[in-house]
């Protein structure tokens, strides 16, 4: 274990890296590096199983692979007690505000001083040996889900339709959709095969009904290191929306959509990270052997759901199509 404290520096600019890594060096610091938000978060998970923790962390905000705040929030959910100290060139109020509200140590704004910087480390402290018992929840029981598409005939009565599944059981969500399919159901049960009975004694003779589609969401093949982040910010996120009384992701005002993405398996593990902490994502799930990914997106408007799609998703490596699906009142359809 290092007798000096060690600090992760991550941003994508080198020269800036070099910079800060010779004098945080020079003020006797151990000092590494990274570029992306994911190669941060595997660096700080391998050093915790090492038993040689960084004991602080320089963040950028404008990383090439996840915002810079959205790392901030994953850190915080697994290491409350680990400071970091976020620094921009692009800062705005808002940017402040946002960086206190996810546990940020300290700010800075591009260009700084290593003199400030050393004393923004020395002001919030590095991180000791005795962490802080994490808050937790109620650990969620395990079940299969799987994502129905479903295609009602020429002269089907779509509402009546809608109407028989959503109330069905294991039916936690019936939405009514604009594209080449015209419901999207969510269901879940204990195993693949309770899915297959459901989906039969629901749809089997169901009148009206053209086609469907089923899609069982599997866990994605990512490394322990990144599964423990997510698992660790998802009872974080868990835990506020119990204080909160929240129980649905959803937020009824906004607009939702799903995006429907083929994608190259072998690129899976990096392209499924980005999506799950892209904006206007809610939920992101794996399907058909990880050759596809089903997206549940919010926005206030459907500009700005259709432009992280196109400005953020569909330059994603790995990404090779996006189909769109927007979630309809049958009054607007």
């Known amino acids: 274990m290092s007798t000096q404290p060690r600090v992760l520096i991550v941003d994508d600019e080198p020269s800036l890296r070099r910079q800060l890594m010779v004098g ?54 697994a290491y409350a007690d680990l400071p970091v100290v976020v620094i921009t060139g692009y800062g705005t109020e808002d940017t402040v505000n946002t960086v206190q509200n996810n546990g940020g140590s300290a700010y800075l704004d591009k260009p700084f001083e290593m003199e400030t910087l050393v004393a923004e480390i020395n002001r919030v402290g590095t991180r000791t040996e005795k962490r802080p018992k994490a808050r937790t929840a109620s650990e969620p029981l395990v079940l299969t889900s799987a994502l129905v598409f479903i295609r009602g005939e020429k002269d089907a009565d779509l509402a009546e339709i809608y109407e028989t599944l959503c109330f069905g059981d294991r039916v936690c969500y019936c939405d009514p959709v604009l594209g080449e399919w015209d419901l999207v159901l969510l269901l879940q049960a204990a195993n693949r095969k309770s899915i297959d009975q459901i989906v039969q004694r629901h749809l089997g003779s169901l009148k009206g009904v053209e086609a469907f589609e089923v899609h069982y969401c599997e866990k994605p093949q990512i490394s322990k290191d990144l599964e423990g982040f997510i698992h660790d910010y998802e009872k974080m ?56 990914i ?35 009142n049958f009054s607007t359809k």
Request: aromatic letters at 4%; hydrophobic letters at 40%.
């Open 24 to 77: 945080l060096a020079q003020h006797g610091y151990e000092v590494d590096e990274c570029e992306e938000g994911l190669s941060a978060l595997t660096k700080i998970k391998a050093a915790e199983s090492k038993q040689d923790p960084f004991r602080c962390v320089i963040l950028d905000v404008r990383l090439p692979d996840i915002d810079g705040l959205k790392i901030l929030s994953v850190i915080k959910a």
């Open 237 to 292: 996120q868990a835990t506020e929306k119990e204080n909160e009384g929240v129980t649905d992701g959803r937020n009824m005002r906004m607009l939702t959509s799903y995006a429907i993405l083929d994608v190259d398996a072998s690129k899976l593990a990096n392209v499924y990270m980005k999506l799950y902490f892209t904006d206007n994502v809610i939920h992101c799930d794996v399907a058909d052997g990880g050759k596809k």
């Open 294 to 328: 089903v997206l549940l997106m919010q926005g206030i408007s459907a500009q700005e759901v259709q432009s992280t799609i196109k400005s953020t998703i569909r330059l994603m490596p790995g990404v090779l199509r996006i189909k769109q699906l927007n979630v309809l």
